[in-house]
């Protein structure tokens, strides 16, 4: 069998996959987009190549041995984005999972390496493909070498054998060289021949056969202009030549012998695949790791309790009640324990909902209960009519705030973590997807929900401790515990939802999709599935004749950016956009939202996770209340739908303005932004002052945008690249924006350098509450991991600190409706700002009371702004 060599000019087509896809980030906020994009043509490769061999190729470093000749080579270069240089590093990591081969060389290009193992391959007769963006990598095709290089994106591909590269540029392999010799480069800065492009240089070569030839005849060239600009410019050709030829001898210390392939490990990949989020490629991996044996769990006693006495509560009891899904608002209950210095029981649910003494016990204010999750407890009894009292201690938020990088707060995730393994994990006893249920056996289920709140009881002086000792037990006790107690009642409370508004809105979403999908169709020129790519592919590309931007494995790409890159080029495109963006309203939203409406009272009661983002953020699920669209007004209008549960009250919406910003000032001290805001300016036409250096009256909207974009931008560590991007403008332009900005607010720059520099020696940021995040990368030898961890130390202390903030207004304002006797509720909160229904006659009191809580939560150097707004719905309340 042939060997067959497949070689990637690493550089080449990491720039090409980070130029195609939108900028990604996993779990952790690292960037991915180019190595999401380079490993699905790497699995496309391996997939359809099925190579012996294999090697990727990576530039060293600026300098190369061409820089001897030519100071200016590639001078004219614009710096690699860091979003992008964060991402080699990674990619390498990637590689290694494959057990790829990837080689550098000091003053060497990738051009050279690939040149020379091609060399090598060529010679032993085996096949070679090389696969790059860069043009210059044509001269090594031979009958042996193919060329494949990626036109636009990475999956439009076009492959060079010598005969399709003699019908596409009229020239030889050999000949290529000359070909840029004289047109030059304008990429490499590479000078060639001005005035003379890939047309006009193609001719002469096919005339001379190489530049040496052509001005050995100089004379015989037709054309004074063109004979004159060959002259003056013998040099610079000839320089140029030297330039783009590539070094088929590099002095590299392996051999084509060394990249041979035998294949990768699946579970090496899957790792990978599954820290960097790329949950979707893991299909294309076949195998399965072996299923880890269960270990044998040491024996556990308890009792099961048929009638519950008060002799077996001690006033500081562990108590957890059991639901199969995550949904405490809809499951049912199956079972209940409680383990104390006494002893461990088992209670069944029939038992505890018709204790008078677990009520007594529960609602009683003087006995303290320690609980997995007191929001879910507090829900879960809610529906049983009992008031739980005096919970003291919340495992998961304990968990949380120990390690808020964890994404497993579950006891048995938490207790394996602490070096406790004598609990099984839930999937191991329930199972998981369409076989998740309770075993036959009782003593199972049973057994495993004893051991699981045994845990609790074992672990909660331990978890308390390590809180004591990082100044967070505060944290835990005065904040986040009251609050679970406080969403809890909010959760039970739910939020009205006028169904018949829902639907009809469903029917003018339908009505303009129908009307749209006419317009489409007309635009057309004929009907088609609108939402298959499939069809809608080739009517954009081959009837239409629009732009390819990127390809697919199963044909053309037709997702949203490639459409928004296609904005402006036909009105089909503006129709499509505005179709899909009606559609998800209509699917996600509108449907979504009616799944979830309870039938006996229309309200939709969302759960609120303390325990998920590591800036200590709230979030909210089944349904996500915080993600409804409101860029666009029918996305807005949803929120119509949402009303008072009692006719005649009204909603009531207070938001804190730009709490994030005023934060920001408050922590880096920075006298200018603190002025603003305590002299009531807009903000963001302040910085357009400070940083374009005019007057307020001579701020354009255009300004007043960019400084908004720089506002919200700068702390969360926005490069000049990102930047960019979202204005629309040159990294050039960006970069002189941020320093001018942070020239303006010395301050803020001051801030962001201490912040690092602190992270660097402690480990950990912190907010004003004193929660921490870990930053373990933040001394990281892999730029990718330690950039992301730098973005992060300056991002937490003041996302962290906002989210403290409304946490603790939250509380407040409970606290006062309650002692007020206010009938008021408090029903939502999203992002910055909280939702409430209020009686008419409390409007006026209530909407002071939040103005006042919320601006007094908390002490800051500049003072805390909140907007109320009020209206007959969600919708008309802002």
Do not use: C
């Given at each position: 069998?042939?060997n ?13 996959a980070f130029?195609?896809l ?22 496309r ?5 099925q190579?012996?061999?294999?090697l990727v190729?990576?530039?060293?470093g ?15 270069r ?8 964060e991402?080699?590093?990674?990619l390498?990591?990637?590689l ?9 060389l000091?003053?060497?290009e ?5 040149g020379t ?5 060529n ?7 090389v696969?790059s963006?860069?043009?210059?990598l044509?001269?090594?095709i031979?009958d ?9 994106g990475?999956?439009?591909v ?11 540029m ?17 990429s ?9 492009g ?5 001719k ?9 030839n ?12 063109l004979?004159?600009?060959?002259e ?7 320089m ?5 030829t590539?070094n ?8 084509a012998?060394?990249?041979v ?7 090496q990949v899957k ?5 960097l989020?790329?949950?979707?490629l893991l ?8 299923e ?6 040491e024996d556990?006693?308890y009792?099961?309790v048929?009638?519950?006495t008060?002799d ?19 499951e ?7 383990v104390n210095?006494?002893g ?10 018709n ?6 016990w529960a609602?009683?204010e ?9 929001k879910?407890?507090?829900v ?5 009519s009992?008031?739980?009292?005096g919970?003291?201690?919340d ?6 705030l ?5 994404n ?5 995730a938490?207790s ?10 839930d999937?191991?006893?329930?199972g998981?997807?369409a ?5 036959e056996?009782q003593t199972?289920w049973?057994n ?15 978890m308390?401790n390590?809180?004591d000792?990082y ?7 005065d904040l ?26 469903g029917k ?9 999908e ?8 004929e ?14 590309f081959?009837k239409?004749?629009?732009p ?5 494995k199963?044909g053309?790409s037709?997702?949203?950016d ?6 402006g080029?036909?009105a089909?495109?503006d129709k499509?956009l505005i ?11 509108i449907?979504?939202?009616l799944?979830v409406?309870?039938e ?12 998920l983002?590591?800036t200590?953020?709230?979030?909210s ?8 669209p409101?860029?666009i ?11 008072p549960s009692?006719?005649g009250w ?6 804190y303005?730009?709490?994030?910003l005023?934060?920001l ?16 300016k807009?903000?963001?036409?302040q910085t357009?002052m ?15 945008r ?5 506002n919200?931008?700068?702390v969360y560590?926005?490069s000049?690249?990102?930047?960019s ?5 040159t ?12 020239e ?7 801030y ?5 520099q ?6 950990y940021?912190?907010?004003i509450?004193?929660r ?14 330690r ?5 992060t ?11 403290d903030?409304?946490?603790?207004a ?16 408090m029903?939502?909160q ?8 209020v009686?008419e006659?409390e409007?006026?009191?209530?909407s ?7 601006e ?8 805390l ?7 007959d719905?969600?919708?008309?309340a802002?």
């Amino acid at each position: 069998m042939t060997n067959k060599l497949i070689l990637i000019d690493g550089n080449s087509i990491a720039y090409r996959a980070f130029f195609a896809l939108p900028l990604l980030n996993n779990d952790k906020g690292v960037y991915t987009n180019a190595v999401y994009g380079f490993t699905t043509m790497l699995l496309r490769i391996l997939e359809e190549e099925q190579p012996t061999h294999m090697l990727v190729a990576f530039d060293a470093g600026k300098t190369t041995f061409r820089h001897q000749t030519y100071k200016e080579y590639k001078g004219g270069r614009e710096k690699t984005p860091s979003e992008l240089r964060e991402q080699f590093p990674l990619l390498r990591e990637l590689l290694d999972a494959f057990s790829i081969k990837h080689y550098q060389l000091e003053k060497y290009e990738a051009d050279d390496i690939i040149g020379t193992i091609a060399k090598q391959a060529n010679e032993k007769d085996w096949q070679v493909k090389v696969i790059s963006g860069d043009k210059d990598l044509l001269q090594l095709i031979s009958d042996k070498v193919d060329v494949r290089l990626t036109k636009k994106g990475i999956s439009d591909v076009m492959t060079y054998t010598p005969e399709v590269l003699q019908d596409d540029m009229e020239v030889t392999p050999e000949q290529v060289i000359d070909l840029k010799a004289l047109m030059g480069d304008k990429s490499d800065n590479i000078p060639g021949v001005p005035g003379v492009g890939q047309k006009t240089a193609a001719k002469l070569i096919k005339q001379f056969t190489t530049i040496e030839n052509l001005y050995d005849h100089l004379d015989e060239v037709s054309g004074k202009k063109l004979k004159e600009k060959l002259e003056d410019n013998k040099e610079a050709a000839f320089m140029s030549k030297e330039l783009v030829t590539i070094n088929r001898q590099s002095p590299i210390e392996i051999t084509a012998d060394d990249t041979v392939y035998e294949g990768y490990t699946d579970q090496q990949v899957k790792e990978i695949f599954l820290d960097l989020g790329f949950q979707s490629l893991l299909k294309r991996i076949d195998g399965e790791a072996e299923e880890e044996k269960q270990e044998a769990l040491e024996d556990i006693t308890y009792d099961t309790v048929q009638e519950i006495t008060a002799d077996i509560f001690t006033g500081e009891d562990v108590l957890d009640i059991e639901i199969l899904d995550e949904n405490y608002h809809t499951e049912n209950m199956i079972g209940a324990a409680i383990v104390n210095g006494k002893g461990k029981y088992f209670i069944p649910i029939d038992v505890l909902k018709n204790s008078t003494v677990f009520k007594q016990w529960a609602e009683d204010e003087s006995k303290k209960k320690y609980v997995f999750d007191a929001k879910k407890t507090t829900v879960l009894l809610n529906r049983l009519s009992i008031s739980i009292k005096g919970i003291v201690f919340d495992m998961v938020l304990a968990s949380y705030l120990i390690n808020p990088s964890e994404n497993n707060h579950d006891i048995p995730a938490i207790s394996h973590r602490f070096g406790h393994t004598n609990v099984r994990f839930d999937e191991e006893v329930y199972g998981k997807g369409a076989k998740k249920g309770l075993p036959e056996d009782q003593t199972v289920w049973q057994n495993h929900i004893v051991r699981k709140t045994n845990m609790i009881f074992v672990l909660h002086d331990q978890m308390k401790n390590s809180l004591d000792e990082y100044k967070q037990l505060e944290l835990l006790l005065d904040l986040e515990l009251p609050l679970a107690l406080v969403l809890g009642e909010m959760e039970a409370t739910g939020v009205k939802v006028d169904r018949q508004r829902l639907m009809d809105m469903g029917k003018e979403l339908k009505a303009s999709l129908d009307t749209l999908e006419k317009d489409i169709y007309e635009l057309a020129g004929e009907e088609f599935n609108i939402n298959s790519p499939k069809q809608l592919g080739p009517i954009l590309f081959e009837k239409l004749e629009l732009p390819v931007i990127k390809k697919t494995k199963t044909g053309y790409s037709t997702a949203a950016d490639v459409l928004e890159q296609l904005q402006g080029k036909h009105a089909i495109i503006d129709k499509l956009l505005i179709y899909r963006q009606l559609k998800k309203l209509d699917s996600t939203y509108i449907a979504g939202l009616l799944k979830v409406i309870h039938e006996d009272t229309s309200k939709i009661h969302t759960r609120f996770n303390q325990a998920l983002t590591q800036t200590g953020r709230l979030s909210s699920i089944d349904p996500n209340l915080q993600n409804i669209p409101i860029r666009i007004e029918e996305g807005r209008k949803i929120r119509q739908a949402f009303i008072p549960s009692v006719e005649g009250w009204k909603m009531i919406a207070a938001d804190y303005s730009q709490i994030e910003l005023r934060v920001l000032a408050h922590i880096a001290g920075d006298d200018k932004l603190q002025a603003a805001f305590k002299q009531d300016k807009d903000i963001h036409t302040q910085t357009a002052m400070d940083v374009f250096h005019v007057t307020e009256d001579e701020v354009t909207a255009n300004m007043r945008r960019q400084a908004k974009a720089v506002n919200f931008g700068i702390v969360y560590g926005i490069s000049d690249y990102g930047l960019s991007q979202s204005l629309g403008i040159t990294r050039k332009e960006a970069k002189s924006f941020i320093d001018r900005y942070l020239e303006s607010y010395p301050g803020v720059k001051e801030y962001m350098d201490e912040i690092v520099q602190n992270a660097k020696q402690t480990g950990y940021v912190t907010t004003i509450m004193n929660r921490r995040r870990y930053l373990p990368d933040i001394t990281s030898r892999n730029f990718n991991q330690r950039s992301f961890a730098e973005r992060t130390a300056m991002n937490t202390p003041i996302q962290g600190s906002a989210a403290d903030i409304i946490k603790l207004a939250m509380i407040e304002l409970d606290k006062q409706l309650k002692q007020g006797n206010y009938q008021a509720n408090m029903l939502l909160q999203v992002h910055d700002e909280l939702i409430l229904e209020v009686p008419e006659e409390e409007m006026e009191k209530v909407s002071n009371l939040l103005v006042d809580v919320m601006e007094n939560a908390i002490e800051l150097s500049v003072p805390l702004k909140v907007d109320v707004e009020s209206g007959d719905t969600w919708y008309d309340a802002k």
